[in-house]
């Protein structure tokens, strides 16, 4: 066998994220780079892995490093599957990353896996505050990163002492759906991430303040973690620089499976601190609610459709708590090891049984599944007075200037088939700092 791999040169690579703007950006790079022991190098010996061909694995390294650092992005996210049971891979990274003046942190997932995660900042533009690693020791033995950074490169936004600049940065690689009984686990992954940050912001007693998810989301745009994450208020930068919609799936590619598919599966997600007070906008009810609703919708279901669903060839104009158990078996959101937990299922049908009678009629059904309100924090939240909010303070926000795919062909939604650095596109985007107002908590 050959080693093949792509000269960077061959590519526009993501350095000219910058070029038509004058102001000076901060950059973000997202890279699952695959680990050598996931690479395969021959398809009809899947047992045949880069790992245990040195040469090959460090020539490609390398080229990645070698891209990392042409690039020299503010911050830069690496995903498992970075092989961080490999002492001499890790060294190498560290060592390199290390030179060109970056402060870099590793995580290993859970259980031993071999790979993990890796996010290093730029010391001359950011200083880390506090690191945090999030575990959700769930059956994906996933895990993700927290960096509460401060910026300290001389923007002439930030020059003013009353100025807040600091910044959270999660780095994360969620769980492959490999079936439907999985959704729930990724739901229950992006849905702790944001309680992590949620109490660390509150433990702190930390205003609202710019909060930058990275990673591999392992799910496209028309997925229940993109419309979730939406939902709460982040946009996806790529999409916001190139000014497509929810509806655009189709536009670009990051990705090619193992199963060959090619899709749009890496994001750098961000919520400026004027978007928000209390981070979480819906509690973990409403946010299975949103993805049952969202099943049911797929399926093209009117409310009244769905409501017949629920019933179970139930005869009367409710459903009844068994109607509602046999839904969520039918959607696969309980009745398996990775699905929801006896107590979660019964949480539900109390918060869809508003009055407690021990059915759900149609107009309970309508406001807490198919048209939910907000839930009553945030209800009596946003009903108090605007004096009552907390006095406005300014804070350093970002507005997207650019995003870039590299390989480019990309960014049309084509896989070039000479392209070897990894199954995965990598994602740089530049923002530009901001001032603009947020609400002390």
């Known amino acids: 066998m050959r080693s093949k791999t792509q000269p960077i040169g061959s590519y526009d690579i993501a350095s000219s994220v910058c070029d038509h703007h004058s102001q000076p950006c901060i950059t973000c790079s997202t890279f699952n780079i695959l680990a050598p022991i996931y690479k395969r190098l021959n398809p009809k010996d ?16 390398h080229n990645i490093l070698d891209l990392l650092l042409c690039e020299r992005s503010s ?43 890796l996010t290093a900042i730029r010391k001359d533009y950011f200083r880390v505050l506090n690191y945090r690693e999030l575990l959700f020791n769930d059956c994906a033995d996933r895990v993700a990163q927290m960096l509460h950074v401060e910026l300290v490169a001389p923007f002439p ?4 002492n009353d100025i807040a600049r600091e910044i959270l940065i999660v780095n994360t690689h969620l769980l492959f759906p490999h079936d439907a009984t999985l959704c729930i686990v990724r739901l229950q992954q992006v849905y702790k991430i944001l ?18 998810l990275c990673g591999d989301w392992n799910g496209s745009k028309r997925g229940h973690v993109y419309k979730f994450l939406r939902s709460q208020g982040f946009v996806s930068s790529y999409d916001t620089a190139h000014q497509y919609t929810d509806a655009d799936a189709q536009k670009w590619v990051s990705h090619r499976n193992h199963r060959g598919n090619i899709c749009g599966v890496d994001f750098i997600w961000l919520l400026n601190p004027i978007s928000y007070r209390d981070l979480l906008k819906t509690t973990w009810n409403e946010a299975v609610f949103g993805m049952f609703k969202y099943m049911l919708r797929r399926a093209s279901l009117t409310d009244k459709d769905a409501f017949a669903f629920l019933k179970d060839d139930n005869d009367c104009d409710y459903v009844s708590h068994s109607g509602f158990c046999e839904a969520l078996r039918q959607l696969n959101l309980i009745g398996h090891e990775h699905g929801l937990t006896s107590e979660e299922a019964m949480d539900l049908w109390f918060q869809a ?67 070897s650095l990894s199954d995965h596109a990598m994602l740089t985007v530049a923002f530009s700092p901001i001032r603009m107002p947020c609400s002390q908590r």
């Open 75 to 117: 911050i830069i996210c690496l995903q498992q599957e970075f092989w961080v049971r490999n002492q001499e891979f890790v060294n190498i990274y560290q060592e390199r990353l290390d030179d060109a003046g970056y402060v870099s942190f590793k995580l290993g997932r859970t259980n031993n896996r071999g790979d993990g995660l």
């Open 195 to 212: 309680q992590s940050v949620e109490s660390y912001q509150k433990e702190n007693k930390l205003n609202p303040m710019p909060i930058i």
């Open 46 to 61: 899947p047992s045949c892995r880069e790992s245990d061909y040195r040469d090959y694995w460090l020539s490609r390294n």
């Open 157 to 160: 936004e930030c020059q003013a």
């Open 353 to 419: 049984d508003i009055d407690g009678n021990g059915i759900v009629d149609y107009d309970e059904f309508r406001e807490r599944i198919w048209n939910p309100t907000l839930s009553a924090r945030r209800v009596e939240e946003s009903n108090k007075p605007e004096d009552e909010k907390g006095e406005q303070k300014e804070s350093i926000g970002f507005s997207v200037e650019n995003a870039v795919l590299f390989p480019q062909e990309m960014e049309k939604g084509m896989w070039p088939e000479d392209y």
